[in-house]
């Protein structure tokens, strides 16, 4: 009984069911509310969709279907002399699995522009695969939970961005702080700096501050040709103080030079005036050390941070003026977040956050004494589930001891027992499996209890 | 701008995902109001699992991963000389997409078989892949909807899938026939032929009596060697007549000889029995006819027709006895049944049954007139998504017919205008897309109305 599955990718049974689709329904409500729509695209794309887009890593990390049908046909003499299997590969590989969903989306958007109506608020719950090392945490293949707003300017979608994440994790019980970058901010620091053209250098070291501190951050700007000149003008910034407001404030005074830099100010002071006639519950703060490894963030970066566990961001994204430029549709801006469904179930799980009563279970399970037990339970039966009650009958007259036993494992909170006595007087024993409590109950009364949403 | 994606394969937007949702949501509601749990398996599974599951044609037609890295190391020279696909394949490719949701179940149950509660009754709601050349509603990467009882004999389970197609396609508006046949008695009819070895030529001989008719059969099945006598012993089995009960006896006594013909039709008597206490709106009937092509079926095979639409079967099942054998843990008898969602959809696209108003729309759209407005404006909107109505605002103060032309398009059935005269009046004008009416409202009266489940 040899069985298994490739390495980094799971099987969810019941019990895991539950709590991921409490985390994916979740999100998917507050997005709904927010008038976002969802989509699907298909899990193949072609590779000439994907490839390029994640960097010479990216490209390495996806995973190609194999032409089908005779698939060597196409492959010239001298590849098999090569046998090179970079160079190989084109030949007998036109396909690979998503390798995240936004290139997907913006691949979707490009293609049905004529239909879309803009702005599109659209989400998508799907899984990506990335043939990545699996280790603790990072999986070959899992869901992304992504929202995002395309052909809108107005930031008022950044900060409806902020409000979808509060209420997620306002109703997952997960405190958090949200916080904010912009990526004109960046390029500003970048410009007065004298290194506009060095920026991706820049903030992939402010990115490290957190990690390996001020020191490092600028030794390895030193090693990456940022002059020491340049570097001092860099250290204010990093270390600016006080609340928002006093930091934007001196931004704007350092940065006065830059009109980009200006501009991501006044982003950043419009996006920062929304939120603050928001009533959230999450923390909301300027991270000017906050860059993301992605490239196309052109605007608002977004990142958060569970509060009351020590994981990487969980949710992050940001504007982008030309995601759909890539496929041709230049000029096209949007802004999205995305939310790592993984994380948040560690971060519920460490916190002991799921639903105590698993939202999979059946709610009752009537146990089979035979067959005329069984003609008298089936019409109850049939009328709970019209009721809307999650509920069956144990398919066969095995013992007691048995029935119980699955009932317990599958942790039904409710047992119906019907057997002579029960029959005789038109009635049903009903037990509550946490209390032990049994009570006597006719149809009508089983179907008050059960229908009720809490245990009792 | 040329964005494409592989053949066979879909992107679905909003309003497609509405109605898929509805089919969807639909059928898994059923499945767990009976009791029945998810399980999710990856998309990718070990080759070793799934070749030789599907037949000769089915192994052709599943999707192969090509492995990471310097996937052609493996190779062995002669393999580089011979250029066979077909040899070459094993040594560059490990794993495959899935091509039905029945073998990764059996693989899951196995794996799993000491966490796992039996009866186990799972449902699985996931895409698969087949590698077929595409057509008219036949795709390549296509959802299918799954629900299996799996470690329990009772015919109970069979019984209670029959009431679980009811109650689906009750809710869907769709008049269906459910057609019962049994493996048994198919089995017993090749046995008292004298052709018990023969069994699957008779049954798919048998299976084509709707498409080719009796003569045709019967030549058929004389070129495939079956003798003139047994056919003739055959024939007024195919063309018996009368109502189920009338059947199930001439039968009983045609098959008199077989003991495996007795159990089945004592099988087919208990789940009629069954079904005739049940309150269905389906009709039920036996067809002798049915045997479906899957031959690791032992007991109850049903397939179900919709009655208003000539297309083929929109969801079909049975028993079968060693499911799990083939991973080497035998005896796990299982029942299971899978409706196929694209032929549903186009059912309910024929019959116009799906809901008017999108179950993906925005309930309200609040128009945005500028800055002051938009102030006026979020705090209500936030109320309202806190009384669960999905509602926006227009990003961005474009001219007013952009901003309806927006709201008719998403199908917003009501859009809210708020300008100088209603925020002196501290109201909002309420606006029908549909009829066209406008009422000036209070807040409360706002969200009191767009809570209502209707279009007004």
Known sequence: MQTSIPKGTRDF?????????YIFETIKSVFRLYGFQPIETPAMENLSTLLGKYGEEGDKLLFRILNSGDFLTNVPDDKFQERA???????????????????????FVVQHRNELVFPFRRFQVQTVWRADRPQKGRYREFYQ????????????????????????FRRLNVRTVVKINN????????????????????????????????????????????????????????????????????????????EVGQKGIDELQTLFDYVATFDLNTEVELDLTLARGLNYYTGAIFEVKAKDMAIGSICGGGRYDDLTGIFGLPGVSGVGI???????????????GFPKESLESTRALFVNFGKAEEAYILPVLYRLRNHGINAEIYPEADKMKKQMNYANRKEIPFVVLAGANEMQENKFTLKNMSSGEQQLVSSEELIKILSRHEVI
């Open 338 to 352: 995305s939310f790592g469904a993984e994380r948040i179930y560690d971060v519920l799980l460490h916190l002991d």
């Open 13 to 21: 049974g019941p019990a895991e069911m539950s709590r991921r689709n």
């Open 85 to 107: 299997s970079g160079s190989f590969a084109p030949f007998i590989s036109e396909k690979g699995l998503r390798y995240d969903l936004t290139v997907p989306f913006a691949r």
């Open 145 to 168: 939970c992504d929202a995002d707003v395309i052909g809108s300017d107005s930031l008022l979608n950044e900060a409806e961005l902020v409000q979808i994440i509060d209420q997620v």
């Open 183 to 258: 990526r004109k901010v960046l390029a500003g620091i970048a410009e007065i700096l004298g290194q506009a053209d060095r920026i991706t250098d820049i903030t992939v070291a402010i990115d490290k501050m957190d990690k390996i501190g001020l020191e490092k951050v600028k030794e390895e700007l030193l090693q990456k040709g940022v002059s020491a000149a340049a570097i001092d003008k860099l250290q204010p910034i990093l270390l600016l103080e006080g609340d928002t407001t006093q930091k934007l404030a001196s931004l704007r005074s350092i940065l006065a030079a830059s």
